[in-house]
């Protein structure tokens, strides 16, 4: 069974990078897509954006100018870095694996609060 | 703004069925993309309910069910349980987006 587990600093001050990893256990990073999603408090969800285990990664175009991804599979684990983050940044960030379209196995979500 | 649509709330009393539905475009679930459903409980992270339409991974009970048409997509639950009180949000894929989208989510409400 493909276990998610995501980590990071819980709180991000504004104009600073958010950056979180996501270690995958039971299984490893070959022939897949890896995601990262979020949710802000008491909203919807938004795909932030994949990487392949090639390296080749896309992201979201609201997102683009921001956010990258990056995968170690010698660690068996991938990053998010999102730049200048403002409190509209702060949310529930995910990481997930995307089989085929479809997003199979979640981590538990990792809380990132923007606040000076 | 979601670019697919789902009703904000459903409601339905214990052994009632109830459908919800997620309205796209000719980008996403017009283009034939695939339909995938998550159930959300408070406080977790959402869990595969539904994909490729209308297949249910292992566990899951089938008193869930998908299906697709054109533009739009519907999940339907029968034998309505307290349960299965939680969000649920629909998810494709979106050609202009060149990536993954979602509803806006539906909160269920078990009578």
């Known amino acids: 069974q493909v276990q998610l587990q995501e980590s990071g600093p819980g709180l991000v001050k504004p104009s600073e990078t958010l950056s979180l990893s996501c270690s995958v256990s039971?299984?490893?990073?070959?022939?897949?897509?890896w995601s990262w999603i979020r949710q802000p408090p008491a909203k919807g969800l938004e795909w932030i954006g994949d990487i392949y285990d090639s390296g080749s990664t896309i992201y979201n175009p609201s997102l683009q100018s921001r956010v990258t991804i990056s995968l170690d599979t010698s660690k068996n684990h991938f990053s998010l870095r999102l730049r200048s983050v403002t409190a509209a940044d702060t949310a529930m960030y995910y990481c997930a694996r995307n089989n085929g379209g479809y997003f199979d196995f979640w981590g538990q979500g990792s809380l990132a609060t923007v606040s000076s | 703004q979601s670019v697919l649509t789902q009703p904000p709330s459903v409601s339905g009393a214990p052994g009632q069925r109830v459908t919800i539905s997620c309205t796209g475009s000719s980008s996403n679930i017009g283009a034939a993309y695939d339909v995938n459903w998550y159930k959300q409980l408070p406080g977790t992270a959402p869990k595969l309910l539904i994909f490729?339409?209308?297949n249910r991974p292992s566990g899951v009970p089938d008193r869930f069910s998908g299906s697709k048409s054109g533009t739009s997509a519907s999940l339907a639950i029968t034998g309505l349980q307290a349960e299965d009180e939680a969000d649920y949000f629909c998810?494709?894929?979106?050609?202009?987006?060149?990536?993954?989208?979602f509803g806006g989510g539906t909160k269920l409400t078990v009578l």
């Open positions: 039971g299984g490893s990073l070959s022939d897949y897509y």
């Open positions: 490729g339409n209308s």
């Open positions: 998810q494709s894929f979106d050609s202009r987006l060149s990536g993954s989208i």
